[in-house]
Structure formats: structure tokens, C-alpha cells
């Protein structure tokens, strides 16, 4: 079979299209994005027509995967972990509904939070809708989990969580493919009532996903994916889960690992495997990625003293596990190498040189400068890099859509100006809606929509909202004579403050436009031409 060199991120996506994938539906995010990026480069993929469009958000993907599958294809949707709050409301509901054709629920989390706003672990969302969660500790696992979450998927009728971290997700490994299926033809769910969740049938259909419980438990416990390798020193057993069975093992380079693992790659967890690694060993080491999520199961709340692991400090609370990590949780001592030479120092991240949000904010800035500190609501993109020094021109950044309804909250309460700060894609994925609220109480904000034709921070993704922003807020509601488009240059400086400070005499809802294509696009032909042909005003 062929062997191929992939992120784990793209062995996800390779494993899903031998496995017959019809459609991936995402949201970029970090550090997920490859996994559709992948499908959309794939050459077979474009031949046969595999759907990779991006979606406008993450519910939006999840919700278009689980059509698919309700039409019997197999779908893939991919996101960050933070995504999976936005997707929540179908994802859990869908563990209800059930998947027809095979459906494979990707999540990479960040814990360390690299490029993210918290590291919460997305396995308790799985646990939380009562899912099948698969976890792979190398680049293999996750093709092979991928090829095997749609057959987990169409043999239990749900669909299946993969989670991921971002070092499995954004490293490389060989990885040997396997037979590439057909795609599912298209096939209605047995059950026509399945997908409709009145409460009548919501609650036959719990009923049934409490019952499944115990075949999911009893297919963990013949996982290939879950593994119980005896070791003679039974004073430990160690109980670890996905990437950080990489970790121990890089510890043990040069000879067996004496004590007893439990390698864990799929949940629910095998029972008698955890039960015999309990009875069999002294004391238990819990070693997972993320929160402590199986080592609170085991604990109880009783807190069994016999359980370490980052609960009681064996291993840090937080951020992400290394070799070292777990190396000292299990006794090792390390001299202090890698130390960061003094003459290397810290680098934050910065916008780009040329950007044009940083035009957008120096003219914000001046318009505000008599209103002092604290009147700007942002949100989540390259902009938020204008919240350090030398701009210090955000006072917030809390979730995708959130600059728009916090400005609103705060006019609310009378405090003005407020202004809300939001991109292009980030308004598509959620900014919309809070400016419907706006516009329905007359709030008194302006929102600059900063519009660079993509989705820079993620790595120039297509923005749904290309082409669209001027319409939809007039769609919205937002009064034209109050709706700005400009070109934030050096040039324009002034004319930006001027349209900013008039419309703080404005009380009402006032959309500013600042519109410069981002820098790292204009060597992309694609988008060039269709700025040109839509003669985009700015
Ligand atoms: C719920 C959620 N989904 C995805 C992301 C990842 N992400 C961060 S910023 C961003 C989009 C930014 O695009 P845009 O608003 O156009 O701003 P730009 O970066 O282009 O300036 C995305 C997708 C996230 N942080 N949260
Ligand atoms: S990638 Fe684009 S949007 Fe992001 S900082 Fe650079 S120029 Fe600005």
C-alpha cells in the first residue's frame, strides 16, 4: 500500500477520503484548518466532486454534514475546539437524531492555547452527547481512525468525535494508506421519523442513545485502538491517552516500559481494561492531553488517593504535556538542556507591514483620543493583534461575533461612544446577527467592519462575506446614509476620522467600511480578479 509523509491534520483528511468521503463541511480555525484544506487541494477529491467549500461557521458545517449523512453519504466537518461551542447546538442534538450515512465530527484542540482563546478539551463534549470518541496518539491512528469512525458511525447509526492536539495535528509522520472505498450512494434513513426531533420522538431517541451506551463500551473494549501492554513493575500503572502515549514512549526509548499501560484511543473507556489496570497496580498515573478529564472518572468524588496525575500536581494542571513532563511525573530527572539562550528574546506576533487594519486603527485612535481608554469592543482575527503595543488600540476580544454585542451591552448602559471592531469573515460567522439586534433597539454603536477580502488570521481562506457586507447590513436594517466604505490609507487618514467622529454624533447604528485587500493575498490571481470583476468600491 502507498506510504505518504502527512501532518496528522492531513492523515485525517487522506484516511476520511479512502473511506469514501462525499463532503467536508469547516469553519478554519487552528489548528484544524488543514484538514479541509487538504480535501480541497486533493486531486482525486476534485474529480469526483468531494464537497470542500468553506461553511460561514462552525454550526453551520456541522448542519450541512449531518444533510449529507441524512441523504446516506459520508461527511466529514472540521474545527477548533472553540468551534465546537458555536456547532453545539446541532452537534449534541445530532447524537440524537442519529447519522445515516457515516459521520465524523473532527476537533482539534490547542491546549497550551498556541494560537486560541482557552484550551478546553472537546472530549467532554463527546461524553456530553453521549458519543463514540475516537483519539489518536500518531499520525497513523489518525488515518486509521478516520477510515474507521465511519464505519464506527453507520455500524452504531451516530456520529463519531475526533479529537486531536495541535502537535499531532501540525507534525509529520509516514502513514500507510488502505484500500480507498466508494463513496455511499445516496440512501434515506431507514427510520423517516429519526431526524425529527419533536419531543415524542426526541425521547424514544434518547431512550435509545442511553441503551447504545453499552455497545459503544463494549466496541472500546475491543478496540484495536485501546491497548493493555503488561509490564512486570506493578508499583505503577500508567492509563494514557492519545498524543501523550507518544510521550511516554519517547521516555523509553532504549527499553520496555516496566509498569503496565493502558493505552486509551477510544471512548467510552474499556471498563474491565481500567478495572484490571486498577486491581492489578499500586498506584494509577493518568497521563492525558487536555483537562483531567479520565482521571476525575477514576478519582470519583471520593478523590481515590491512588490516582495521580494532574489533579494532585504529579503533572501540570495546565497547557500541554512533552516527554519531559511525563519523564518527571514517572520519577526521571532531567538536567536542564534547551535552556532559551538570554540574547533570544520574546516575539510577539504583529500585523503585517502594509496591513490595512493598522491605518484603520491609528485613525480610530485619533478619533478617540478626547474619550480616553476602553471604548473599543473587537473581536477575533488579525485585528486583535491591534490590542499590544504600539496600538493598544482594543479593549476587548472575548468570542467570534462578541465585539458587535458588547458594544451594544455597553451602549445599553449608557456608556459612549462605543465602538465595535469586526472582520470580514468573523462578521459572516457571527457578527450578523448582533447587528440585527442593534439595528431592532436603534442602538447607539458604530461597528467598523474591517474588510480585507479574506480570512487572513487562519491563512486566507475565502471570506463567505466577499462581496456581501455593503448589502447585508443595509439588509439588516442599518439606515444606507449611515453605511461608509473607505480605502483606510495613509491618504484617507483623515477623511476616516472625520466620518468616525460625525457619526458619534449619530444616534443610531453606524457601519463604517474600512476596505483594503490584505497583503499576504495580492500575489493570489483567483481573488484579484474577482475583486476587479465585482469593481469592489473602496
Ligand atoms: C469559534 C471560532 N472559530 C474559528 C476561530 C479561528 N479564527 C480566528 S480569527 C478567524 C477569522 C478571522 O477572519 P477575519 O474576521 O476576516 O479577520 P482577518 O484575520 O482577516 O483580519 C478565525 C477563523 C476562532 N478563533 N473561533
Ligand atoms: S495577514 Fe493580512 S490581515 Fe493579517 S496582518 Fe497580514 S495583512 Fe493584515
Known amino acids: 500500500m502507498q506510504s505518504l509523509l502527512l501532518l496528522g491534520a492531513e492523515a485525517i483528511a487522506q484516511g476520511a477520503l479512502d473511506a469514501g468521503l462525499s463532503g467536508v463541511y469547516a469553519y478554519p480555525g487552528t489548528p484544524s484548518t488543514e484538514i479541509t484544506e487538504y480535501v480541497q487541494h486533493d486531486r482525486a477529491a476534485r474529480e469526483r466532486k468531494v464537497h470542500s467549500q468553506w461553511s460561514s461557521n462552525e454550526k453551520t458545517a456541522m448542519e450541512a454534514a449531518l444533510g449529507m449523512s441524512y441523504a446516506g453519504k459520508r461527511a466529514l466537518v472540521c474545527m477548533k475546539h472553540v468551534g465546537l461551542n458555536v456547532a453545539a447546538d446541532a452537534f449534541v442534538n445530532s447524537a440524537i437524531t442519529g447519522a445515516n450515512g457515516g459521520l465524523v ?25 453521549m458519543m463514540p470518541i475516537l ?59 429519526q431526524f425529527v426531533l419533536l419531543p415524542v420522538i426526541a425521547k424514544r431517541r434518547y431512550k435509545g442513545l442511553i441503551s447504545n451506551q453499552l455497545n459503544f463500551e463494549l466496541d472500546s473494549e475491543d478496540s484495536g485502538f485501546n491497548k493493555y501492554i503488561d509490564g512486570k513493575d506493578k508499583s505503577l500503572g500508567i492509563i494514557v491517552c492519545g498524543i501523550a502515549y507518544n510521550y511516554l514512549k519517547e521516555n523509553y526509548t532504549d527499553s520496555d516500559i516496566p509498569h503496565p499501560v493502558l493505552k486509551i484511543g477510544q471512548y467510552p473507556l ?19 492531553e487536555g483537562y483531567p478529564i479520565v482521571e476525575e472518572l477514576l478519582k470519583g468524588y471520593l478523590e481515590r488517593e491512588k490516582v495521580k496525575g494532574r489533579l494532585d500536581g504529579t503533572l501540570p494542571r495546565d497547557g500541554e504535556l512533552n516527554p519531559r513532563l511525563v519523564g518527571k511525573a514517572l520519577g526521571m530527572e532531567f538536567d536542564e538542556i534547551n535552556k532559551v539562550p538570554e540574547i533570544v528574546t520574546g516575539r510577539p506576533p504583529a500585523m503585517c507591514v502594509g496591513c490595512g487594519h493598522i491605518d484603520a486603527y491609528i485613525a480610530l485612535n485619533e478619533a478617540l483620543e478626547e474619550f480616553g481608554d476602553g471604548h473599543v469592543f473587537a473581536d477575533i482575527g488579525c485585528y486583535t493583534l491591534g490590542a499590544l503595543e504600539p496600538l493598544n488600540a482594543i479593549n476587548t476580544c472575548v468570542d467570534m461575533g462578541a465585539s458587535i454585542t458588547m458594544a ?12 465595535a471592531v469586526i472582520g470580514d469573515s468573523t462578521f459572516t460567522h457571527s457578527g450578523m446577527t448582533g447587528l440585527l439586534d442593534a439595528v431592532s433597539e436603534n442602538s447607539n454603536i458604530i461597528v467598523l467592519i474591517s474588510d ?83 469593481n469592489l468600491k473602496c
Open 105 to 129: 465530527v473532527a476537533v482539534a484542540d490547542d491546549p497550551s492555547m498556541h494560537s486560541s482563546q482557552n484550551e478546553q478539551d472537546s472530549r467532554f463534549y463527546g461524553k456530553f452527547a
Open 135 to 193: 483519539e489518536p496518539s500518531n499520525q497513523q491512528e489518525a488515518y486509521d481512525m478516520a477510515y474507521y469512525g465511519f464505519e464506527l458511525s453507520e455500524k452504531f447509526g451516530i456520529p463519531v468525535l475526533l479529537r486531536i492536539t495541535t502537535r499531532l495535528s501540525h507534525s509529520r509522520s509516514g502513514v500507510i494508506r488502505k484500500e480507498a472505498q466508494k463513496e455511499n450512494e445516496i440512501k434515506l434513513p431507514s427510520d423517516m421519523r
Open 270 to 288: 474499556p471498563r474491565k481494561q481500567v478495572n484490571k489496570i486498577f486491581d492489578e497496580c499500586d498506584e494509577i498515573l493518568v497521563i492525558e
Open 408 to 419: 451594544k451591552g455597553a451602549a445599553d448602559a449608557g456608556f459612549q461612544p462605543a465602538i
Open 452 to 534: 480585507n477580502f479574506t480570512t487572513g488570521m487562519t491563512g486566507q481562506q475565502d471570506s463567505q462575506a466577499f462581496g456581501k457586507i455593503e448589502d447585508i447590513c443595509k439588509g439588516i436594517g442599518v439606515d444606507e446614509e449611515h453605511i461608509f466604505i473607505i480605502n483606510p490609507s495613509k491618504r484617507n487618514k483623515q477623511k476616516l476620522i472625520d466620518i468616525i467622529k460625525n457619526e458619534m454624533k449619530y444616534e443610531g447604528v453606524t457601519v463604517i467600511i474600512p476596505r483594503k485587500q490584505c497583503v499576504q493575498t495580492v500575489k493570489n490571481k483567483d481573488l484579484g480578479k474577482k475583486i476587479r470583476e465585482l
